[in-house]
């Protein structure tokens, strides 16, 4: 575990719902400011190895036009990854492998980015059909599933207010804060934005010594796609697994919250509090851009456990398209 990646920063911009106030943003200029603000603050620009950025829609070379338009040396590499809405989330994945594998220690930049206004595509109808069927197959009505969604719009409005969000928000452009919340629907549909990780080898890190999320483990499972949200519920008992945590020693753990059912389904078979996911509220409240969501998930978790001093162990789950699940547990360090 010693050797294992490190992430050490993690920002996002401001999300916009659809539509919204970054709608005229192309998606290698949402992702730019976040790449540039990570880029900056690498301690040793010389070291820095690639850039991996994930994303649901988008050209082929995304990763090198977002380093383009946020001024980037040309001499730095980027790839970028699609895995739907778990897209940002394994493109951390990715780099922390090959932080860990590759003998080439550095920095990495890792994430994702998505313009729901500019990829013109509105959620997918079997989605929406797949969570109402786990819904009712485990017996989670529509009042939970409101409150729910209610709840996590209750809770980004308080974050917000309480200036919790001001940390890990880059600006674009003229636009430093999250459109205003919607009445919290469910499901969400394509937002826009970005969000990404800065991350170190585990012996870079040891000299460094800035606080961080080392990256313990992490698991990806398929499942039906036409159960789509479940593939959650395995990946995280993978994980769990390998790790041989419980899950009360979690001090924070978020879920991607693209729909409702979904988290509470899986709340529900691996017996977790729902008051305990997404504490300071999640995409039902703030926006759900795809691509980005994953690194979306870890950004929040590295304000909570490194930038609020809030525990040591932290959960990520996402669920993609097409019947797949992806979790990842960090600790501080």
């Known amino acids: 575990m010693i050797n294992n990646a490190v992430i050490i920063d993690a920002v996002r911009t401001p999300f916009a719902h659809n539509g919204g106030s970054l709608a005229g943003v192309a998606p290698a200029n949402l992702a730019a400011p976040v790449l540039k603000h990570l880029y900056e ?9 690639d850039v991996i950025l994930g994303h649901a829609f988008g050209r082929v070379g995304l990763g090198r036009d977002a380093l383009e338009a946020a001024g980037v040396p040309d001499e730095v590499p980027a790839v970028s990854l699609e895995r739907g809405r778990a897209s940002g989330l394994s493109a951390i994945d990715y780099a922390a492998d090959k932080l860990v594998s590759v003998n080439n220690p550095g920095y990495i930049i890792a994430g994702g980015v ?15 059909e797949a969570a109402d069927r786990l819904a009712e197959e485990y017996h989670v009505t529509r009042d939970r599933r409101l ?14 207010a309480g200036g919790v969000f001001a940390a890990e ?29 800065l991350m170190v080898d585990g012996s870079t890190h040891r000299r460094d010594r800035r606080p961080g999320l080392r990256v313990t483990a992490s698991a990806a499972f398929g499942c039906d796609p036409a159960r789509v949200g479940w593939g959650i519920v395995p990946a995280i008992e993978k994980v769990l697994y390998s790790t041989r945590l419980k899950i009360a020693q979690f001090d924070v753990i978020e879920f ?3 729909f409702a059912a979904n988290v509470l389904v899986a709340c529900s ?35 909570q456990i490194v930038r609020e ?25």
């Open 269 to 303: 078979v691996l017996r977790i509090d729902e008051e305990q996911v997404c504490r300071e509220g999640g995409a039902l409240a703030f926006g759900h851009p795809w691509g980005a969501s994953g690194a979306v998930v870890m950004t929040r978790l590295f304000s």
């Open 256 to 258: 991607d919250e693209a």
């Open 114 to 128: 998505e313009s729901g206004s500019s990829a013109n595509e509105p959620i997918n109808p079997s989605m929406a």
């Open 309 to 333: 001093d809030g525990g040591r162990f932290g959960l990520a789950a996402v669920s993609a398209g097409s019947g797949q699940g992806l979790a990842m547990v960090v600790e501080r360090c």
């Open 169 to 197: 928000i880059v600006p674009v452009g003229k636009v430093s804060v999250d459109d205003p919340v919607d009445p919290a629907a469910d499901p969400s549909v394509i937002d826009d934005g970005a969000a990404a990780v």
């Open 147 to 160: 409150g729910y969604a209610e709840r996590s719009r209750r809770r980004a409005t308080d974050a917000a």
């Open 41 to 49: 603050a690498c301690p040793a620009p010389e070291h820095f190895r």
